[in-house]
């Protein structure tokens, strides 16, 4: 097919919450928190911005890239809510980076890198790019209810960026959508707009949590073996899955089901929690840094989210 | 035959003898927490090819067996 990732950056804020700090001001504690999903701490942003660490995790990716700015053909952000309306948090990061091609962001949720990878797969394939970048940032902690214990511990901030360039290592891809507002809604600042004549409706953040745990399993499970298939790859062949970390519980469950070893599958929630679609991107940088995946490895990626969106991939690194 | 195949799906998440499994049976004996009881609903799910809501209030393994008999009308 029609990619490699050639570079890949990671960036966060500064601030470590920790699960004792949350239960300061919430009825909840470490070992539910920890038991249930497999979350230590998450990053928390407080001056930080979105286009701040979207930028670094990209400059970060271009850098190992080995590329010059200016090589770029097209820069996809993928975000659940930009820092603006408009302009978009891609022309901003573009501007930051010094790159001059065209920039958009898209929103797929917690699918949102697989959507972005899925899309530069048409351009690169289609020969209207040659390197593309991809930044997937989201500063969780500002779009949450802080008083729904449900919800608000399970989230953290952070970006994860990677370079893809025209070559061979990816395998096979799927994205799936299915629209759907009730299992997991992330709302929108309200405009106070004197003509508007509509219910009322505050800012919200809903989750099914049950419902959302079994559809998570299910699209796993779904589209993983679908792609492995399509790729003609088994279990063995695979050096590591990278998924989207929402729940280890959701992970290990859907894992056990697959078959895979537990040295198969990648983790990093415990320190990063549920950043969304930033989530595989870091976590793949991680991995690549701490040398437990290299160049020539096949990885299986797979995540889901809201929409309800779902999307695989297998890859060679 | 509901009851046999809960039991048996139930003891299978906790590796406990079917035998020790009974409708009073509670999760929380068996320690099994939320979760663990939703990966048994989706197990139950996939042996009947039925769609249970996960919402309900679900303490025993008669709670469970009471669900899927309505159902499946059983
Ligand atoms: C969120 C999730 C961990 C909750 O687990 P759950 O087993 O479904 O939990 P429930 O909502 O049934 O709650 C169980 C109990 O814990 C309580 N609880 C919820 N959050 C809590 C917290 N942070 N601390 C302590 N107790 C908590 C609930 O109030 C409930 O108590 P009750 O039985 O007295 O009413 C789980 O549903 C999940 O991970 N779902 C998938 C979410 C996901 O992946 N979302 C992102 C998609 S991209």
Known sequence: ?317 | MVFEKIAQLVADACDMDVKEVTKETSFEDMELDSLDVIEVVMAIEEEFKINLETGDDLKTVGDLVKLVETKTGA
């Open chain 1, 1 to 317: 097919m029609s990619f490699r990732i050639i570079g890949t950056g990671r960036a966060h804020p500064e601030y470590v919450l920790t699960n004792d700090k949350l239960s300061e001001f919430l009825d909840t504690d470490d070992e539910w928190i920890t038991t249930r999903t497999g979350i230590s701490t998450r990053y928390i942003a407080t001056d930080e911005t979105l286009t701040g660490i979207g930028t670094l995790a990209g400059k970060r990716a271009i850098e190992k890239a080995g590329i010059k700015p200016t090589d770029l053909d097209l820069i996809i952000c993928s975000t659940i809510r930009a820092e603006y309306a408009c302009p978009s948090m891609a022309c901003l990061v573009q501007r930051e980076i010094g790159a001059d091609c065209p920039a958009y962001d898209i929103n797929a949720a917690c699918t949102g890198f697989l959507y972005a990878l899925e899309m530069a797969d048409a351009f690169i394939a289609s020969g209207k790019a040659q390197n593309v970048l991809v930044i997937c940032a989201e500063l969780m902690s500002r779009h949450l209810d802080w008083a729904d214990r449900a919800t608000c511990v399970l989230f953290g901030d952070g970006a994860g960026a990677a370079v893809l360039q025209k070559g061979d290592g990816l395998k096979s891809i799927r994205v799936t959508a299915k629209g759907d507002d009730e299992l997991l809604v992330v709302g929108n600042p309200f405009c106070d707009s004197p003509f508007y004549t509509g219910p009322e409706r505050a800012p919200e953040v809903y989750m099914n949590g049950g419902e959302v745990f079994k559809f998570a399993v299910g699209a796993i499970l779904k589209d993983v073996r679908h792609v492995m298939k399509q790729a003609g790859v088994k279990q063995e062949d695979v050096k590591m899955m990278v998924p989207h970390q929402a729940n280890d519980r959701i992970i290990d469950f859907a894992r056990q089901k697959l078959g895979f070893r537990e040295d198969q599958v990648a983790s990093g929630i415990d320190h990063w929690g549920n950043t969304s679609s930033a989530s595989i991107p870091l976590l793949l940088d991680e991995l690549i840094e701490e040398g437990r995946i290299k160049t020539g490895d096949l990885l299986v990626m797979t995540a889901f989210g809201g929409g309800l969106t779902t999307g695989a991939c297998v890859i060679e690194l």
